[in-house]
């Protein structure tokens, strides 16, 4: 009869682990937040496997998500390169169980898998198509795992990883269409359409606080001539390095865009009139001062110049957007006009119509 209890009572517990397991997967299918499902994981794990401390690793676009989980909580990091430790179990990619202390073991685990209390670490390399695409590792406090214990860890463990895997699959996939849609894909730069939505919700912010902008066309000069001489490898090749070098030029808050072809604009604010100057001449320089090192067909270096028109808010706070575009333009048509490598400036609206 006693035999019988004992079984019962065994059979009770067993339900009950499973049915936290089952709670929590379905728990963590419902959220695509990956710092909500490891606070979760950390606050119910307890419920149906002895486990005290977790590392997971999972591949995040050339480098690692790292969750580690610790008495009911979870902290998420991204990170380049793996631990020692990760590296280690990643590259030999089999199932390992071991006992604290463990002296012959030649690679430390982290600190919160090897506190004073834990008995045993189990680690768990999820394998896909060949190769490692994730690692978790689990550790006992007190008394080792049991069977049911590691049977309950290898099932949560892979859906895990394969949860959290499928939303960082799904978040880098977005990012990539985002940032089609926002960015130029020969320079880098903002695109056309995303460096004048930034210049509509600078100028709105200009009008509202006082402070002026200043925007900056700019024209890469003989730029076909580039392309007919050396190839259209050659002129790409000018295109990234000029967007470096304005990139380089300008500040965080500034935007710089490619605005067609071999056009540039800039979007400065706050920036008074003079500061707009001074900014031009330096990109001016930046541009015409070094020659372009183009590998290829081209024989040495490249000189490469550029044009630029500026135009500010400075006594016309309530200009419209496509007025002072208009301004800058033809601030940049006079540069060409006058010989080129040079800024010029804007003038009042009716001075320049």
Request: proline share 4%; net charge negative.
């Amino acid at each position: 009869m006693s035999g019988g209890i004992h079984w019962t009572k065994r059979a009770a517990q067993q339900l009950v682990r499973y049915e936290a397991l089952f709670h929590l997967l379905e728990d963590i299918q419902a959220v695509e937040s990956i710092d909500d499902i490891a606070r979760q994981v950390a606050a119910q794990w307890k419920y149906f496997a002895n486990v005290a401390a977790w590392r997971l690793v999972v591949e995040n676009d050339g480098g690692y998500l790292v969750i580690d989980g610790v008495r009911g909580s979870a902290q998420v990091a991204t990170e380049q390169a793996l631990s020692p430790w990760d590296a280690y179990h990643w590259e030999r990619q089999r199932p390992e169980r071991w006992s604290m202390p463990e002296p012959h073991y030649n690679v430390a685990p982290p600190k919160h898998l090897a506190a004073p209390a834990i008995s045993e670490i189990i680690v768990l390399p999820v394998v896909g198509a060949g190769r490692c695409i994730g690692l978790l590792s689990a550790a006992a406090r007190h008394e080792p795992f049991s069977d049911m214990d590691q049977k309950f860890i290898r099932i949560f463990g892979g859906h895990l990883t394969d949860r959290v895997s499928g939303i960082l699959l799904r978040q880098q996939a977005m990012q990539t269409l985002i940032d089609k849609a926002t960015y130029d894909a020969l320079t880098g730069l903002l695109n056309r359409g995303s460096v004048i939505e930034r210049l509509a919700g600078q100028l709105a912010v200009a009008r509202d606080s006082g402070l002026t902008l200043g925007v900056i066309s700019g024209d890469v000069d003989f730029f076909k001539n580039i392309n007919d001489t050396y190839g259209h490898w050659a002129g790409d090749a000018v295109l990234r390095e000029v967007a470096r070098r304005l990139q380089a030029q300008t500040r965080a808050l500034d935007s710089v865009g490619r605005y067609g072809g071999e056009e540039f604009l800039i979007v400065l604010y706050p920036c008074t009139a003079q500061e707009l100057a001074q900014a031009a001449e330096r990109l001016r320089r930046a541009i015409a001062d070094t020659p372009f090192a183009i590998d290829g067909e081209v024989p040495g270096d490249l000189a490469v110049t550029i044009s630029l028109g500026t135009a500010s808010t400075t006594g016309q706070a309530q200009i419209a957007l496509e007025a002072l575009l208009k301004l800058a333009d033809q601030a940049l048509y006079r540069s060409k006009a006058d010989g080129r490598n040079r800024v010029s400036a804007a003038g009042p609206p009716d001075a320049e119509d």
